[in-house]
Every structure is written in structure tokens, then in C-alpha cells.
């Protein structure tokens, strides 16, 4: 299939072709910027070792995982270097030829190297999206893709230590259950090309992310929106923060306390937007189920089944995006 980066510099383009009409942006509200402030995570306080200061952090955390599902982090020491570095070296790889990159269309989710456009196989017959897209297994990526990786991994395992003592529980304790040492982070970069007619495309539709957490950071061009009480927001993002939202496997961890979010990405006419994205996991054979010490079976009784996290990316990987339909077969019926 053709990448829509070339798709997109044809010199014959001058609207969009049908193939990629996403006819649900018209039964869908139009997005609007938040009537309040999206929540900001300040990382260096979870990391300061003032304890007043970390319990606060942890306080917010918890409620931005229950009340929103996705937050701002900010003084995470991300340089903004590094960043710059990923998305140029990004954007060479996609300036390759398609034969090039042919060399690197993997077909099955935990290939060490995958790229192409739409959403693998699983959107074969159906609208195809308005983006290009390359993953990699982090311990099998180049030395610039690998310390961005190790750098957000170290965000994010911090993080879930954070949300893990907002639960109630240690702060070691998501590590221990779900084995975090081992566990699965993809390194994921998309790109969105300017497009014709942005409002009849979409560069992902509604979905929800496999895994705990996802951390999100983008060229300065904006796009990602999240559903909050129903209502499509933009995520005006700060500078140099790096934007995070909840997975399945945290709202299976925490029985449904903390729901995965819903979220799209949207496209525009005028630049080009890439977005390196590191989805975090639990570690391939984990099955996740809900944390032990936050179910009863009278009170509280688990509401998800229990599934290795192996197989769940790999359904997720076949399932066209749509809703949270991989969670839905989990889900204890009646909950």
C-alpha cells in the first residue's frame, strides 16, 4: 500500500480521496479547547525526596487517572535535544523511498521492526487513516531511538509507582504483580501529512491503548484529542511536556478505577505532525488481572478476566480501532 507521505505530495492531490473518507466525523461533536485546565503532573516533586511533596503528586495523580485519564508531566528531564534529535532522524526514515522501507513491513505485533500506513491488517476493507507509522521493540532499536526509550521508560515506571501508592497500595507493588522489570515498552512514531480536507479524514479514529500507561510527545503541531464527560478536547500541550494517558491493563489492574481513555488523533492542511509515542506494559507472559489487594468478592468482586498481556496485544493488534472492544472481551458480564 502506498504511504501517505507520498500520497499527500502527489502534485495531483487537491482532494481527499475516497478511500479515505471517515464518514464517523460527522456523527461525532467537534472537538473544543477545555473549559478548565488539563492536569499537570510536576515530576521533579514525585522525584524530589520531600515527602510532603511526593504525597501531594501522588494525591493529583490519582485524581487525573479518575477523572480524566490522561495528564501533562513537566520537569521530567526530557532534553528537548533529544526529542528534536528523534523526530528529524523520524522524519529521514520516512523521506525513504517506499522500496526502501519495504525491507522493514513487519506483519505480526511483536516484530522487532514495523512500518507502514492506515493500521496493519486489521483495517484491510475499511477507511484508511491519514498517517504513517513505525514501531520498534525497544531492545532491538538504534542508540538515538534506545536512550529515548530508556529515558521515558524511567518516566513511566515512576509514574506507576506514583499511581500504584494512589491505589492505596506500595509503591513496588504494580512493579512485583506485573513484573515491570520485564515488562514491554514499544517505541512508536507517527506521521501525519498535511491533508486536503482534514475534517472528512481522521489519523486515528476513537480508541483506547493496550498496556498501563502511554507517553506521547510531538513536533510542536498539535492534534491529539481526549473524550472527558463526553465531550471531544484538544490537548493544548505545554512545551516540552510529555503527554501521558491511561491504558486497558491500568483500568483492569484497578478493577475499573481508573478507565483508559478514550482518544483520537485529528489531521490538518498546513504542517506536517510527527508524534514518538512509548506505550508501557506489564512483561509479555504476565497475565493481568485485577490487583488482589483492591477486590472482594462481596463488595468489590473483580470486574475483568484474567488475560496474559502476550495475547491481548495481539488481539488489539488484529481488532480495527474502535471503541475499546479488546476490553469488552474481558469485561466480567454484567459489570
Not at 520531600?50 to 487517572?65: S, T
Not at 513491513?105 to 484508511?128: Q, Y
Not at 507472559?285 to 473483580?302: E, G, I, Q, R, W
Request: hydrophobic share 35%.
Amino acid at each position: 500500500m502506498t504511504s501517505i507521505k507520498v500520497v499527500a505530495q502527489s502534485s495531483a492531490l487537491n482532494s481527499l480521496p475516497s478511500s479515505y473518507a471517515y464518514s464517523s466525523n460527522r456523527h461525532v461533536a467537534a472537538a473544543s479547547d477545555p473549559d478548565s485546565s488539563l492536569p499537570v503532573i510536576d515530576f521533579s516533586l514525585l522525584t524530589s525526596g520531600n515527602p510532603d511533596q511526593r504525597a501531594k503528586v501522588v494525591h493529583d495523580l490519582g485524581k487525573a487517572c479518575e477523572e480524566w485519564g490522561f495528564f501533562l508531566v513537566v520537569n521530567h528531564g526530557m532534553p528537548e535535544s533529544l526529542v528534536e534529535k528523534v523526530v528529524n532522524a523520524s522524519q529521514e526514515f520516512f523521506n525513504m523511498t517506499e522500496e526502501e522501507k519495504k525491507e522493514f513491513e513487519g506483519k505480526h505485533a511483536l516484530d522487532p521492526i514495523r512500518c507502514g500506513t492506515s493500521f496493519h491488517n486489521a483495517n484491510k476493507g475499511k477507511v484508511l487513516l491519514w498517517r504513517d507509522y513505525l514501531k520498534l521493540v525497544t531492545n532491538n532499536c538504534s542508540e538515538l531511538a534506545f536512550e529515548y526509550s530508556e529515558r521515558t521508560r524511567k518516566v513511566a515506571r515512576e509514574l506507576l509507582k506514583g499511581i500504584s501508592e494512589s491505589l492505596g497500595l506500595e509503591g513496588s507493588y504494580m512493579d512485583e504483580a506485573l513484573d515491570l522489570d520485564s515488562g514491554v515498552q514499544v517505541f512508536a512514531v507517527n506521521l501525519y501529512p498535511p491533508c486536503p480536507q482534514p475534517d472528512l479524514a481522521i489519523g486515528v479514529p476513537p480508541h483506547t491503548d493496550h498496556g498501563l500507561v502511554t507517553l506521547l510527545m510531538q513536533n510542536g503541531v498539535g492534534g491529539l484529542q481526549v473524550q472527558h464527560n463526553g465531550k471531544w478536547l484538544n490537548v493544548n500541550a505545554l512545551p516540552n511536556s510529555i503527554m501521558v494517558n491511561t491504558g486497558d491493563h491500568l483500568e483492569i489492574f484497578s478493577n475499573g478505577k481508573y478507565k483508559s481513555v478514550m482518544h483520537r488523533a485529528v489531521v490538518n492542511d498546513r504542517v506536517t505532525r510527527i508524534t514518538p509515542v512509548t506505550p508501557n506494559g506489564p512483561s509479555l507472559d504476565t497475565n493481568v488481572s485485577p490487583a488482589s489487594k483492591l477486590v472482594d468478592s462481596k463488595s468489590n468482586p473483580p470486574a475483568y478476566m484474567s488475560m496474559k498481556y502476550k495475547e491481548y496485544m495481539e488481539l488489539q493488534q488484529n481488532t480495527p480501532l474502535d471503541g475499546k472492544p479488546c476490553l469488552d472481551r474481558v469485561r466480567v458480564q454484567g459489570e
